[in-house]
T-cell receptor
Framework: GENVEQHPSTLSVQEGDSAVIKCTYS??????FPWYKQELGKGPQLIID?????GEKKDQRIAVTLNKTAKHFSLHITETQPEDSAVYFC????????????FGTGTSLTVIP | DSGVTQTPKHLITATGQRVTLRCSPR?????VYWYQQSLDQGLQFLIQ???????AKGNILERFSAQQFPDLHSELNLSSLELGDSALYFC??????????FGPGTRLLVL
């Protein structure tokens, strides 16, 4: 089955700096890669996703890049703010085969004011 | 608000007991997924239902079972509870082959 690795497990940045979280996947058939943000005591919330026919996607301060050849994808957060502090999870999935998500182990991001 | 609802929000019970967690998916979503998240752990996939039928199984213990009803709500039944079952349990829903939207979770504490 699919195996998703996520790094780093913890990340601290100064407010205004950028944060990058990286994930690798093992199954070359995976074609859908969502990112979730989980605040303390809440459920994971989808923040951005990318499909395998696209190399990069942006939404305001958040961007995701995908390298299919190397089988890795990354989340980029620019101009970080204290409210970005949370745990971020990446996932990989093969759409059209039941859509089971394989999650990374999470990155705890702390933005220092 | 994702549109996925879960009840109860908190549950405290004793070892050996049985509990039922309930999930109502977003309107129009046919798939329901259950996940377990232990302290400082990631999301462990338990089971998926699609339109009332079991679709995929993950690391679900034999003491746990689930079902999806004709109105598409789902229940996760946990029996013979152990201390190690204390965790957050999340339900997610999706239309077929699209992204999953998570509910707020049920926090289970087994004493």
């Amino acid at each position: 089955g699919e195996n998703v690795e996520q790094h780093p497990s913890t990340l601290s940045v100064q407010e205004g700096d950028s944060a990058v979280i990286k994930c690798t996947y093992s199954d070359s058939a995976s074609n859908y890669f969502p990112w979730y943000k989980q605040e303390l005591g809440k459920g994971p919330q989808l923040i951005i996703d990318i499909r395998s026919n696209v190399g990069e996607k942006k939404d305001q301060r958040i961007a995701v890049t995908l390298n299919k050849t190397a089988k890795h994808f990354s989340l980029h957060i620019t101009e970080t703010q204290p409210e970005d502090s949370a745990v971020y999870f990446c996932a990989a999935s093969i759409v059209n085969t039941g859509n089971q998500f394989y999650f990374g182990t999470g990155t705890s991001l702390t933005v220092i004011p | 608000d994702s549109g996925v609802t879960q009840t109860p929000k908190h549950l405290i019970t004793a070892t050996g007991q049985r509990v039922t967690l309930r999930c109502s998916p977003r309107s129009g979503d046919l798939s329901v997924y259950w996940y377990q998240q232990s302290l400082d752990q990631g999301l462990q996939f338990l089971i998926q239902y699609y339109n009332g039928e079991e679709r995929a199984k993950g690391n679900i213990l034999e003491r746990f079972s689930a079902q999806q009803f004709p109105d598409l709500h789902s229940e996760l039944n946990l029996s013979s509870l152990e201390l190690g079952d204390s965790a957050l349990y999340f339900c997610a829903s999706s239309v077929p082959f699209e992204t999953q939207y998570f509910g707020p979770g049920t926090r289970l504490l087994v004493l």
